[in-house]
């Protein structure tokens, strides 16, 4: 037994050749799209119904027989060849190397030799399928369709098994495992011929020495007001009273916060950053106040909330 199966790539579209157009399942095979099946327009997934259109990247399919087989040959042909051309490649699926008899033929049926052979073969123009050409003039190379597997049932052993002369001896077997079915996924993925970059080193080709184009600004070094102060470790120094005092009382004046909170609130994020009033209106509970109250519950049990004392810098250095 066999079957063919043209499979072009571009629109992703599968036809099987062994089930009649007006759907009378008169044929040995039984086609099945098991992943990748691509809905469009009417198309349906009723086994063996015609035409399939897949995803290329997800596509397995299935092919089920009613006769009881040994193995099955995938052979992938040429773009446009004919199954008597010799493949492009061919993957052998073996069975479960169980004997395969006709029992309802009696004792004149021996072992049944069965394989089922399965041609895949490209029918667009090579020019239009994802191939990978070396140079100019050599041979295309076709993807293979090597990823198969054998599907295996157990069967009835009063159709698959020997027949023996004796009738209760011939039904101490019920089943048989045997083959009746291949299960075919999509061929590895290969390198398109309309794409002609080069390879090439990306690490190199991501460095670009940018002063030829930009001019960076020398900042000027940190004024010394702004390198924190020595931490008084002298003797009966204490540095936690010293960020509290200066937290308490900064050397600004006591209203500096509100006087920052406000400026934020009315002369930029109002007049400049165009924030709305009605947001910024303090509820009656007045919890949505931004103000610049100092965290009263933190400096009075600061050691507890740092790990040490931090330290002040210049311009908070005052005298307590």
């Known amino acids: 037994m066999s079957t063919m199966l043209t499979a072009p790539p571009k629109p992703a579209r599968v036809e099987e050749l062994s089930t009649d157009e007006d759907g009378d399942d008169k044929e040995c095979h ?10 469009l327009n009417d198309s349906k997934s009723t086994p ?25 040959n995938v052979n992938t042909m040429l773009p446009d060849s004919k199954t008597t051309d010799p493949p492009e490649h061919t993957d052998k699926v073996e069975g479960t190397a169980v004997d395969i008899f006709a029992r309802p033929m009696g004792d004149n049926a021996g072992k049944v030799a069965s394989s089922l052979n399965v041609y895949i073969t490209p029918v667009t123009p090579p020019s239009n399928l994802l ?22 049932k ?8 020997p027949c023996n002369d004796s009738l209760l001896n011939s039904a101490k077997e019920k089943t048989r495992y045997l083959m009746c079915g291949v299960s075919i996924s999509k061929p590895d993925p290969q390198v398109s011929t309309g794409d002609k970059m080069p390879p090439f080193k990306f690490q190199l080709a991501q460095v670009e020495d940018v002063g030829t184009h930009f001019q960076f600004k020398e900042f000027d070094p940190d004024p010394e007001s702004f390198l924190p102060l020595e931490p ?12 509290s005092k200066a937290w308490n009382h900064p050397r600004t004046g006591d209203t500096v916060a509100d006087l920052a909170v406000q400026a934020w609130t009315d002369d930029i994020g109002l007049t400049l950053l165009g924030w709305d009033p009605k947001k910024m209106a303090v509820s009656a509970t007045g919890d949505n106040r931004m103000t610049g109250a100092k965290p009263q519950g933190l400096l009075d049990d600061i050691g507890d909330y740092f790990l040490w004392a931090p330290m002040l810098s210049v311009p908070l250095l005052m005298k307590v």
């Open 131 to 152: 191939m990978e050409v070396e140079e100019e003039g050599d041979p295309i190379t076709t993807p293979i369709w090597q990823h198969n597997s054998a599907v295996c």
């Open 30 to 39: 039984v086609f099945s799209v098991l992943e990748g099946l691509y809905p």
């Open 48 to 72: 063996s119904g015609g035409k399939w259109y897949v995803r290329a990247a997800t596509f397995t399919f299935q092919i089920s027989c009613k006769f009881a087989i040994d193995n099955a």
């Open 154 to 161: 157990n069967l009835p052993a009063a159709l698959w098994g």
């Open 232 to 243: 008084d470790d002298s003797m009966g120094g204490n540095q936690w009273d010293l960020v």
